[in-house]
């Protein structure tokens, strides 16, 4: 099956075309581990049964895997599905299946906490990824949405230059409406080399803009304000 045959799947250039750049990415974001920290006191996950949407090429999932009891990865694109199907080869309790988030390849009422960051979810048109959500979370359980905040930060500031018709108050509404709450955090790029900040840069946003961001701001570290949204169940 073709990414095209999933229903509601938006290609993502940035993991899509530049996996390994992106791997640099992720190891920049959040050194802290402010995000999961913030998750862990709304709904904690160890000893449950964890779902990662959008996995990518599943840098989350030992993560999730050091506390929770099973963890599931879904992933749209064939490519970062084999390559997280390798990160996780003998890890007990984790698996990758190929799906998307309008359409989740799990039973009702299977995980205790499903996460999504950057993956999917930019207020409407994500309707039917949050109907799946409630479907598959038990009661009890808790779903956590990872957004970027176009209103703060050197990262906020790029992010609403490359998208000048994003409108983060109607994205927040949209999510409030439906139930979920949030929390604004500040996090980092925190980067080794001064190389990897201006690879990542260059797969994040158009060419010109990101000679542009690039040419403006110094150094290895980018402070980066996150939309964290969460909802019980």
Request: hydrophobic share 45%; charged share 25%.
């Given at each position: 099956?073709?990414?095209?045959?999933?229903?509601?799947?938006?290609?993502?250039?940035?993991?899509?075309?530049?996996?390994?750049?992106?791997?640099?990415?992720?190891?920049?974001?959040?050194?802290?581990?402010?995000?999961?920290?913030?998750?862990?006191?709304?709904?904690?996950?160890?000893?449950?049964?964890?779902?990662?949407?959008g996995c990518g090429t599943g840098f989350h999932l030992p993560r999730f895997a050091a506390a929770a009891r099973t963890v599931?990865?879904?992933?749209?694109?064939?490519?970062?599905?084999?390559?997280?199907?390798?990160?996780?080869?003998?890890?007990?309790?984790?698996?990758?299946?190929?799906?998307?988030?309008?359409?989740?390849?799990?039973?009702?009422?299977?995980?205790?906490?499903?996460?999504?960051?950057?993956?999917?979810?930019?207020?409407?048109?994500?309707?039917?990824?949050?109907?799946?959500?409630?479907?598959?979370?038990?009661?009890?359980?808790?779903?956590?949405?990872?957004?970027?905040?176009?209103?703060?930060?050197?990262?906020?500031?790029?992010?609403?230059?490359?998208?000048?018709?994003?409108?983060?108050?109607?994205?927040?509404?949209?999510?409030?409406?439906?139930?979920?709450?949030?929390?604004?955090?500040?996090?980092?790029?925190?980067?080794?080399?001064?190389?990897?900040?201006?690879?990542?840069?260059?797969?994040?946003?158009?060419?010109?803009?990101?000679?542009?961001?690039?040419?403006?701001?110094?150094?290895?570290?980018?402070?980066?304000?996150?939309?964290?949204?969460?909802?019980?169940?």
């Open positions: 099956m073709s990414p095209a045959d999933l229903p509601g799947v938006v290609p993502s250039p940035n993991v899509w075309d530049s996996p390994d750049v992106y791997e640099l990415e992720n190891l920049a974001v959040d050194r802290g581990g402010r995000i999961e920290a913030a998750m862990r006191s709304v709904r904690d996950w160890a000893g449950g049964d964890v779902l990662d949407v599931t990865g879904v992933e749209p694109h064939p490519p970062l599905l084999r390559r997280a199907l390798e990160r996780v080869r003998g890890l007990e309790g984790v698996r990758v299946l190929h799906g998307a988030a309008g359409a989740l390849p799990l039973p009702r009422a299977s995980v205790d906490v499903a996460h999504a960051r950057w993956a999917y979810f930019f207020g409407p048109g994500c309707e039917p990824g949050l109907a799946e959500l409630e479907r598959v979370v038990r009661p009890g359980g808790a779903a956590f949405v990872v957004d970027n905040d176009a209103t703060r930060s050197t990262f906020g500031d790029w992010f609403a230059a490359s998208l000048p018709g994003y409108d983060q108050a109607a994205v927040d509404r949209f999510f409030a409406r439906r139930g979920w709450s949030c929390e604004r955090l500040e996090v980092a790029w925190e980067f080794e080399r001064r190389e990897d900040l201006e690879a990542v840069v260059r797969i994040e946003f158009a060419p010109a803009l990101a000679e542009r961001f690039l040419a403006g701001h110094a150094g290895t570290s980018v402070d980066y304000a996150v939309v964290l949204r969460h909802r019980r169940y």
